[in-house]
């Protein structure tokens, strides 16, 4: 079955700052990687996503690169600002309804 | 904007009782799925629902789980027998027809089993 693998678990920047979060995925057949931001005891929320037919998404300050060749796929996150600071969980789907998820990066940003 | 609900926040429950938890999807969606979370770690999925019947569950769906719509708006999961090792966060999600793979969270129901 698929597995995602997640980099780096946790993550300290200062405001301001770029942030890269990285993931892979072992199931060439995934072909939907979601990204969700998780608050201290909130639910998940889903903040952007990639299909594989696309190489690069972006909205606004955040941006999804995906590299099928490689399976991995990277999260950025650019002019990071405290309320950024969260946890983040990438997650690999073959089009169907069972996401993978990744163990999560604990991302903190420095005022 | 819509939301997805769930009751109840938090359930305590003895090992060995059966636990019922309750989810409201968004409205017009018709997949549904539970996904659990133990505490500091990664959520890991249980079940999709989709025409009223299981479509996909994972190895931890095992016997003592099953899942419902008993009705036109509520979408449960039923332990039956739960351990001490079911405790964890329960997460409801539902997603829609047209970009069914974009998936909602509720808020989640924590369960603890003593």
């Given amino acids: 079955g698929e597995n995602v693998e997640q980099h780096p678990s946790t993550l300290s920047v200062q405001e301001g700052d770029s942030a890269v979060i990285k993931c892979t995925y072992s199931d060439s057949a995934s072909n939907y990687f979601p990204w969700y931001k998780q608050e201290l005891g909130k639910r998940p929320q889903l903040i952007i996503d990639i299909r594989s037919n696309v190489g690069e998404k972006k909205d606004q300050r955040i941006a999804v690169t995906l590299n099928k060749t490689a399976k991995h796929f990277s999260l950025h996150i650019t002019e990071t600002q405290p309320e950024d600071s969260a946890v983040y969980f990438c997650a690999a789907s073959e089009g169907g309804q069972n996401f993978v998820f990744g163990p999560g990066t604990r991302l903190s940003v420095l005022p | ?114």
């Fill in chain 2, 1 to 114: 904007e819509p939301e997805v609900t769930q009751t109840p926040s938090h359930q305590v429950t003895q090992m060995g009782q059966e636990v019922i938890l309750r989810c409201v999807p968004i409205s017009n969606h018709l997949y549904f799925y539970w996904y659990r979370q133990i505490l500091g770690q990664k959520v890991e999925f249980l079940v999709s629902f989709y025409n009223n019947e299981i479509s996909e569950k994972s190895e931890i769906f095992d016997d003592q789980f099953s899942v419902e719509r008993p009705d036109g708006s509520n979408f449960t999961l039923k332990i039956r027998s739960t351990k001490l090792e079911d405790s964890a966060m329960y997460f409801c999600a539902s997603s829609g027809l047209a970009s069914y793979n974009e998936q909602f969270f509720g808020p989640g129901t924590r369960l603890t089993v003593l």
